[in-house]
């Protein structure tokens, strides 16, 4: 028996879902019996469903709308001629003495902020901003770890309608740089470091390099989370306790901007050079979350929402949008194995946290590590468990019910950085069944599709999204003609978005995520690119080429092997992987570093010297070499019998169950 949980009839007729049935039902006439034929209406009538969202919600604008879409993808307007603001929805009817958020951390006690103090200090910022020159559409990032100063300075930028970017301070300057350069921010907020597994690392030094790489770069708000000094090596050096937390009591302002303005830079993996600047805009970030948090998560007022994240992965502006609800942001800052890996479920035990979103490897993690949290810990308060940023094996979902509590929601979802939502997600109205998420989300076309763009069901295919949703980007930073927009989704499906992920739709309609079908290594839910890796690797002068893929195993976990070709006169020492791994760490981050490093005779190319990334991804995978692999187009075949053996070994090693095996149709 595969079904796992079924919400109680008292709660799914308390659901949100269950509300806006009645509403659909009351105010048009729209009644409608399984979810699936709710999401058929949906999609079907896309711009009347999303107008009724807008009036749903009561979201606040100025100004009127003649047409909901105009255009198709890529390139579709929402609501042109209405202006509102994100960060406004989060603040409404919230009273001063109502909690905001919670926040805990490795070090220091828990913080808990009121409304109240949330406003002023927001009010402070934007304050601060303006004295700083920053307006409408300026942009202002921060390398901050998940502390409450973050998301205060992200309520004051996108409240002013600036442009909010953010990267966690275990990215390395090259990075960071990288990111941040394309979109030349006027302010920085910046820390003095953070801590992870009980260890401080202190990021001094890399902020004064960013700044010097970023000549855009006006004014630095240093935040000293570790307690270090304020280094002043120049006048744009402020610190927050004094700017901030000194000021007097200002009121919050909301600059109401066009639908399509944009509200934050989120950046993609940098598989194919610098990583793309992914701009969402207010209107469509909006809508989006205020529907999923509703519909697929079934938030409700004065609930606590808790998404284990760092500032650099798209969860953590995701968490924000509980507020849109009602419900008090929960925070955490650290290791989620510091002091033991009970820390997290210890943390949803005391507060209590009702939503409790985390990765698939981190479950997959407590149960390789025999971690059973309802020996410890009651757990009554806890909803839900969500669970992204990789698939979850049916053995993750034996572990949650057998181990963390029988009777909670596990609503895995899949979505990515390019939508800052998911495309599938929870549906309480549907029971849990082993290994699958629940359904496609409202709203959003989603369908699997073979190389010839026929519909799949029961089999594999490529992750297709066929009409547009509000929260796709509005373009790429930089991009002018959307050059690189269309060839990151396009290419494949003219006029069709073609994420990236083999999925399989269930026939009860269910779906089931294999894993990226691309060369973009999803690794423990954030995307790096290739690019990235083989910049610092190949700049060792003993190696002259490399080869990086990151395969999803069938028990959640990652395995990333990278492939070095030395120079003729040199060899694969410890040493030099040793140097490689540290060079990682340093420039980019710990999750770049590789699993194995394996010296290898060639790297297959296609004949314009294209990394053949995918194709030896798929026969990794099991997929076979004449499917996997077009032996014609290469340039070197001869290197392939190295891969087709390490393929064995891998297969050998990793992937023993044949049905643990992704097959694309």
């Known amino acids: 028996m595969d079904t796992l949980w079924r919400a109680s009839d008292d709660v799914r007729k308390k659901s949100q879902l269950s509300r806006f049935r009645r509403y659909l039902k009351e105010q048009y006439g729209l009644q409608f019996g ?27 604008y100025s100004g009127t709308y003649s047409e909901v879409l105009k255009g198709s993808m890529p390139g579709a307007r929402w609501f042109e001629g209405i202006e509102l ?119 001094t030094e890399e902020v004064l390099h960013i700044v010097q790489q970023i000549p855009s770069i006006q004014l630095v708000v240093w935040v000293p989370y ?51 600047a992914i701009t969402h805009g207010h209107g469509g970030v909006l809508l989006e979350h205020f529907k999923y948090m509703a519909f697929h998560n079934d938030v409700h007022p004065g609930e606590n929402f808790f998404w284990y994240s760092t500032t650099g992965w798209m969860m953590w502006n995701f968490v924000h949008a509980s507020a849109l609800m009602g419900a008090r942001i929960v925070l955490y800052e650290g290791s989620a194995a510091y002091p033991d890996m009970y820390r997290l479920w210890q943390y949803a035990e005391e507060l209590p946290i009702h939503h409790f979103g985390t990765s698939a490897p981190y479950l997959m993690a407590c149960r390789k590590r025999g971690v059973r949290p309802r020996d410890r810990y009651a757990l009554r308060y806890l909803r839900s468990i969500g669970s992204t940023g990789a698939p ?19 609503c895995s979802m899949s979505g990515g950085t390019d939508v800052c939502t998911a495309f599938v997600g929870g549906c309480i109205e549907r029971p849990v069944y082993r290994g699958e998420i629940q ?93 990235e890796i083989y910049k610092v690797v190949e700049s060792l002068p003993e190696i002259i080429d490399s080869l990086i893929v990151n395969l999803e195993l069938p028990d959640g976990n990652h395995y990333m092997p990278l492939y070095v070709v030395t120079d003729e006169d040199k060899t694969l020492t410890d040493e030099l992987r040793q140097r490689i791994k540290e060079r990682l760490r340093e420039q980019y981050s710990p999750r770049h570093v590789p699993d194995e490093i394996i010296q290898a005779p060639g790297i297959p190319t296609t004949i314009s ?57």
């Open 34 to 60: 399984e979810y699936r034929q709710l999401w058929q209406w949906s999609v079907e009538h896309l711009s009347e469903f999303w107008s009724i969202l807008l009036e749903y919600f009561e979201v606040d």
């Open 85 to 203: 603001n994100y960060a406004e929805h989060l603040f409404r009817r919230k009273e001063d003495v109502d909690i905001a958020l919670f926040w805990r951390g490795e070090r220091g006690p828990q913080r808990q902020l009121s409304w109240g103090e949330v406003k002023q200090k927001t009010a402070a910022v934007q304050a601060l901003l303006r004295d700083a020159g920053v307006g409408t559409g300026d942009r202002v990032a921060a390398y901050l770890p998940n502390v409450p100063e973050a998301s205060i300075a992200f309520f004051a930028t996108a409240a002013m309608g600036a442009v909010w970017s953010s990267c966690s301070p275990d990215f390395g300057t090259f990075s960071v740089v990288e990111r941040f350069s394309q979109i030349q921010p006027k302010v920085l907020f910046a820390c003095d470091g953070y801590t992870y597994n009980g260890k401080e690392y202190n990021r």
């Open 226 to 276: 570790l307690g270090v000094d304020l280094p002043r090596p120049d006048s744009r050096f402020v610190d927050w306790e004094h700017q901030v937390e000194a000021r007097g009591v200002e009121v919050v302002q909301f600059v109401r901007v066009p639908f399509a303005h944009p509200l934050w830079v989120l950046y993609s993996s940098g598989t194919t050079g610098k990583p793309k």
């Open 392 to 410: 979850l094996p049916p053995e993750g979902f034996d572990y949650v019910y057998e181990e963390v509590h029988p009777d909670v929601w596990l």
């Open 439 to 531: 359904c496609r989300a409202l709203g959003c076309d989603l369908d699997a599709w073979d190389a010839e763009g026929n519909s799949l069901v029961g089999k594999v295919g490529e992750m297709v999204i066929k009409q547009p949703m509000p929260s796709m980007p509005i373009y790429f930073w930089n991009d002018p003609d959307m050059r690189r927009y269309r060839e990151s989704y396009f290419s494949m499906y003219p006029g069709v978005w073609r994420h990236g992920d083999w999925i399989e739709i269930t026939p009860r309609d269910g779906v089931i995520i294999y894993g990226r079908s691309d060369a973009t290594l999803n690794r423990h839910g954030v995307r790096i690119g290739t690019a």
């Open 609 to 665: 010297g294209k990394k053949m990334e995918a194709p030896v991804k798929r026969l990794f995978l099991g997929m076979d070499r004449e499917r996997a692999i077009n032996i014609g187009a290469m340039k070197n075949p001869e290197v392939m019998p190295f891969y087709e053996a390490e393929a064995r070994r891998i297969q050998e090693r990793f992937f023993s169950e044949p049905s643990a095996k992704p097959t694309q149709s």
